[in-house]
Structures are given as C-alpha cells and as structure tokens.
C-alpha cells in the first residue's frame, strides 16, 4: 500500500514538471510569432529646414500644402495647378520664341503662329516673291493670316491698308497688321503684330524676322494697324 503511495506521488511530480515545461515552451513560441504593428497615419517626422511629412501630405513650418491627386493636375477642390513642371514641357518653339519676342512662355500659346515664323525665319526678301526662296512682305502676311488665322488678304500692302479695320497702336492684339511707308505717303511694307510690342514681317534688309516696333528704323515710318475679323 506504501509502495503504490510513493509510486503515486513520484507519477504527480513528474506530471507537474512536464506541464511546466510545456508552459515556458508554449509562452515563448506564442511571444515570437506576436505580431508586430506600427501606426503611420498620426506619426510626423522632422526633416531638413522644419519640413514634416504626415501620411500623402507636406507640411512646412507653420504652414500645409493641399494634397494633389498624382497625374490630376488639379488639387482636391477642383482647382488647377501650374508651376514649373508646365513650363518645362512647354512646346520648344514657345521657349526659342520668348526669348525672341521677350515675353512669358506661358503667353506664348498660338503655336500655329509660331510655326509659320519659324518655317519661314530667315526667307531672303525679294519683291514679288511669294516662296521659301524668297518672299516680299505682303506675300508673308498674306500666306500667314490664311494658314494660322483663316483670312483672305488682298495681294498688296497698300490694298491690305485700305481693306482692313483702322486698329489704335495701344490696342493692337496678335494677329493684327501693322502698315509702314518706307517712302513718299504710300503703304510700302506690312508686318503681323505678335505681342510686347513685337511684329514678324520680311525686311528687305534681314529677310523675314520679328522687330521692335520702337526700333529707331522702324517707328517714324509706322502709319497704323488694321484688323480682318476671321
């Protein structure tokens, strides 16, 4: 009877430390395989010059920047956004041609204007021409206002001048004519204000370009501006 007694408790002790040993095994597998989870949404981040940044958002010291949708160009109230990343995919004419004419690229926006002047840039002047070999100023004028404007001009500078609508020099717009008498009370040259106080023309000294209507050859023979509605 003894015996089955010790037998008995030394069977509940071995049972104990087992189940012990089971326990710390169980405990530390469960401790290593816990997940492990970090909030980003709330957590802001000092960076260079008093710059945080906070989950889609950039914030500068004292001051947020509205969230932008990627590739919408708009922010999240609808309106549009502009910057620097317009100007650098702007049409490479506009860059070559604000530097010309001294204005804004973002002004810049006939590019079927742009176009022609640039095709026919440099076109030696000669009278009655009407080619990319050589071309006289109401010829330029002529082809130009049919191609980027729609309008059918007269041949001459003189019947341009007398068939088109009288235009004051301060409200001369892009696409206007400018008339000039290089000599006695006639019209003898023509050009096609651009902006800035800029026209193209061909002259007979440079071929076709773009002039200052200030230029000091120029200005004394400037007789007006006419307008042809499309």
């Not at 997940?35 to 889609?56: A, D, H, P, S, W």
């Not at 019947?159 to 088109?164: D, I, T």
């Not at 009288?166 to 008498?181: A, I, P, Y």
Request: proline residues 2%; aromatic residues 8%; hydrophobic residues 35%.
């Amino acid at each position: 009877m003894r015996l089955n007694s010790y037998i008995a408790l030394l069977a509940s002790l071995v049972f104990l430390a087992s189940c012990s040993t089971v326990r710390k095994i169980t405990n530390k597998d469960k401790s290593d395989n816990t997940l492990v989870t970090k909030k980003y949404g709330t957590e802001k981040r000092e960076f260079l010059n008093g710059i945080q940044v906070t989950l889609g958002t950039v914030t500068t010291t004292k001051q947020k920047t509205r969230s932008v949708a990627t590739g919408s160009g708009k922010t999240n109230n609808g309106e549009a956004t502009a910057g620097k990343a317009d100007i650098e995919k702007a049409n490479w004419l506009q860059l070559k041609y604000a530097v010309v004419i001294d204005a804004p690229v973002e002004n810049l926006t006939n590019i079927p204007l742009l176009e022609q002047i640039d095709r026919w840039w440099g076109v030696r002047y000669c009278i009655g021409g009407s080619t990319e070999n050589c071309i006289d100023c109401s010829a330029y004028t002529q082809i130009v206002m049919r191609e980027v404007f729609k309008v059918s001009l007269p041949r001459t500078a003189q019947e341009q001048y007398n068939q088109a609508q009288r235009v004051e020099l301060e409200d001369l717009q892009e696409g206007d004519l400018v008339f000039f008498s290089t000599g006695g009370r006639s019209i003898s040259h023509v050009g096609i204000y651009l902006q800035n106080n800029k026209f193209t023309h061909a002259s007979t000294s440079g071929g076709v370009t773009i002039t200052d209507l200030n230029d000091k050859y120029w200005s004394p023979k400037f007789r007006g501006g006419g307008r042809f509605q499309q």
